[in-house]
């Protein structure tokens, strides 16, 4: 990555000089500019050197991203379709008119990004702002009379597929739903009258700030973003601000809780939760929840903390070690008219060490046989590239720790070894072969394919093998990246079983490209692009992007794939398939014994009372999910509350807890209580069922 970062900018600029005079023709030439539907006093604009960084964008992007992209009519009306979604996604804000009005920029996009045209962009914005102010006005005056909860009506809470209001008053009604079951959702959480009009006005004067504070920068990220994820969800335009927060603010905010935060409409979400912090070590905070409040200590006041910018909400979250914040928190499966859930966290120091691998011995009863299964769990792919580097004796990296504890299970004369890659988001590519190397003797890990279709293929070089006993890899639905290629890498080679649920499904590379460098002359900065610029391969020559890694046992999970993961993105990169590699497999494997494995599990799930009850569980909260309509009237709306909270906490119980029993299987009363984990449990079951089949 970043070698490909520093070859790729002197490549560019040979190809393209911005300040040459060719280049300043492309960029600046006399181009012919679309007419602006409106202008008032206070209308945000763009400046020369953004309409420049347009351009140049719209060059870089189109030349040099993985999907060679041509800028026309049909990407400009998928760009359109995502500012108006950036814009104003709940369409609560625009009228049917006012959008319809815009229907004639839906294909000159392509034009504007080529010309450095921002009109349309900054038009629609200024309408909005317009709307924004009228229901601002509309919002206050609603919000002075307290509502009653008797009438016998109903709100959808997904606006997805709602067409945008035709009129005033039907906007006017809308908005009085809105509202209303806002307050009821407040009232639900036990909060007084009083307790509930302050929390609604102080949300609202929260928004009107944050309205206020956007300016021109950050309406040309919204739009150059809609633009950008159009090619593919993890390729972005950074402004200046964001460009810096993104490259050191964000790196701080780890410190206290040990999560990564964005904004995200009303919200800020967690992005990534790093490996030993508290919010990892509770289990109670994951990625993509949105947190809508703060509290300081344990009796703290909640800080509504909605339309706030993420730089604020950092500075809530972050504070000294061993004090404690508490966090109001709405899950991404959170059913519709679900309350915010409270999540108690004790800030700490985040130690490296508690990053890194650790293992543990679990046992296992099948057919009337103990089993002992080693279990190495990896939260991420780590490596120490600095002491690599200088060659320190035993720097830290995810792949001598693992050999350290395969060396000790063996001594424990375990039956077998089960790798947890459950919730690991990757993290170094040379871990993810390295590791790979200690199961298998030499040969290729996975395939890199550049966007001119030229493909390298990475390999273990080491034949010798650390563990050649059986193996199962455990995965879920946020299983990604270098999880995936080694995951990939042992099905292929028939090494071990894989189980659990399918992958995330990233398989590209992206890196960061200053465009300072491309307008030397600009005063300023001017922003990063992320771009998209290779993908990963497996040795059988398919692609790891959008399915991902589908396991040979797939367990009960509450997450689909249309939901999240790669595939829950419209435009990401799609899945294809290259050339296999040549690499030899184990015979350990094959498709007689998955049969058995497979059958041998259907068997738990129909009769296992724990698998049972965990396999309907979720079966009801995603069809629960399906219903996104609530009640307004405040009887029918604690019943629907209570059966959401049921099915959500049932959903979510992936382990219970159970003491620990004695020599003679009586429960010990002063023990302390260890969880199971069903899903460890299950794997080790699979495990010991692939021993015996081997076996026979």
Do not use: C
Not at 62 to 90: A, C, F, I, M, P
Not at 368 to 376: C, D, P, R, S, Y
Not at 441 to 461: A, C, F, I, L, M
Not at 521 to 528: A, H, L, R, S
């Amino acid at each position: 990555m970043k070698k490909y970062l520093v070859t790729l900018v002197p490549v560019l600029m040979l190809s393209f000089q911005p300040d040459s005079p060719s280049g300043a023709s492309a960029l600046n030439g006399a181009t012919r500019k679309m007419s602006p539907i409106s202008s008032a006093a206070d209308d945000l604009k763009p400046s020369i050197s953004q309409e420049k960084v347009e351009a140049l964008v719209a060059k870089i992007l189109t030349q040099y991203h993985y999907r060679k992209v041509r800028l026309n009519d049909s990407l400009s009306s998928v760009v359109w379709d995502n500012y108006l979604k950036e814009v104003d996604g709940n369409k609560t804000y625009l009228l049917a008119s006012d959008v319809a009005a815009f229907e004639k920029y839906r294909y000159q996009i392509d034009d504007a990004l080529i010309n450095g045209d921002l009109t349309a962009a900054f038009d629609l914005y200024n309408i909005f702002r317009q709307r924004y102010k009228e229901r601002s006005e509309f919002i206050k005056s609603q919000l002075n009379t307290p509502f009653t909860f008797t009438a016998d009506e109903n709100f959808n809470t997904d606006r997805e597929k709602a067409p945008w209001p035709k009129t005033v008053e039907e906007q006017n009604d809308l908005w009085r739903k809105i509202l209303k079951n806002q307050e009821l959702e407040l009232r639900l959480g036990n909060r007084s009258d009083s307790a509930v009009a302050v929390t609604m006005k102080q949300r609202y004067t929260n928004l009107d700030k944050a309205l206020n504070r956007i300016k021109s920068d950050d309406v040309f990220q919204i739009y150059m973003n809609s633009f950008a994820e159009a090619l593919d969800p993890h390729t972005n335009y950074y402004s200046p601000t964001n460009a810096d927060r993104f490259n050191q603010e964000m790196s701080q905010s780890l410190e206290g809780i040990g999560a990564m935060l964005q904004e995200d409409g009303d919200y800020i979400k967690i992005t990534s939760v790093l490996p030993g912090g508290p919010a990892f070590k509770s289990n109670l905070l994951k990625v993509n929840d949105k947190i809508a409040g703060v509290a300081q200590g344990d009796n703290g006041p909640i800080v509504n903390t909605m339309n706030w910018q993420v730089d604020e909400v950092v500075k809530l979250i972050k504070g000294p070690k061993g004090t404690v914040v508490r966090l109001h928190v709405v899950s991404p499966d959170a059913l519709a008219g679900a309350p915010p859930k409270e999540i108690r966290l004790v800030r700490e120091k985040i130690k490296l060490e508690e990053q890194r691998a650790k293992k543990e011995v679990i046992e296992v009863s099948d057919n009337g046989k103990a089993f002992k299964i080693g279990v190495i769990n990896i939260p991420m792919f780590y490596r120490d590239f600095e002491g690599a580097r200088k060659h320190e004796q035993g720097f830290s990296s995810t792949t001598s720790d693992v050999k350290k504890f395969i060396d000790e299970l063996k001594a424990d004369k375990v039956d077998g070894i089960v790798i947890d890659l459950r919730d690991n988001g990757g993290g170094s590519l040379t871990e993810a072969i390295d590791l790979t190397g200690l199961f298998i003797p030499k040969g290729p890990v996975v395939q890199v394919r550049e966007s001119t279709g030229e493909t390298e293929v990475y390999t273990d070089p080491d034949p010798s093998v650390t563990y050649d006993g059986p193996m199962a890899v455990l995965v879920n639905r946020f299983s990604a990246s270098a999880s995936e290629i080694f995951a990939a890498a042992i099905q292929d080679y028939k090494r071990g079983i894989i189980i659990g649920g399918q992958t995330f499904g990233k398989g590209t590379v992206q890196t960061l490209v200053d465009l300072n460098r491309w307008l030397p002359k600009e005063p300023e900065k001017v922003g990063q692009v992320k771009m998209t610029i290779q993908k990963f391969y497996r040795i059988n020559g398919s692609s790891t992007q959008h399915k991902g890694v589908t396991p040979d046992i797939e367990l009960p999970s509450a997450f689909s794939a249309e939901e999240y993961g790669e595939s829950s993105q419209k435009s990401a990169l799609p899945w294809d398939q290259i050339n296999s590699t040549r690499y030899e497999q184990s015979r350990g494997i094959d498709d007689k014994i998955l049969a058995r494995l497979r059958d041998r599990f259907d068997q738990r799930l129909k009769s296992d009372p724990e698998l049972k009850q965990l396999a309907q569980d979720l079966a009801d909260f995603k069809k629960a999910k399906e219903n996104t309509v609530v009640s307004l009237q405040e009887t029918k709306r604690r019943k629907e509350r209570e059966e959401a909270e049921r099915k959500r906490a049932a959903a979510s119980k992936v382990s219970q807890v159970s003491a620990p029993v004695d020599e003679t299987g009586t429960p010990s009363p002063n023990a302390p209580k260890k969880k199971k984990d069903l899903y460890l449990n299950e794997a080790g079951l699979v495990l010991a069922d692939y021993i015996l089949a081997v076996n026979k």
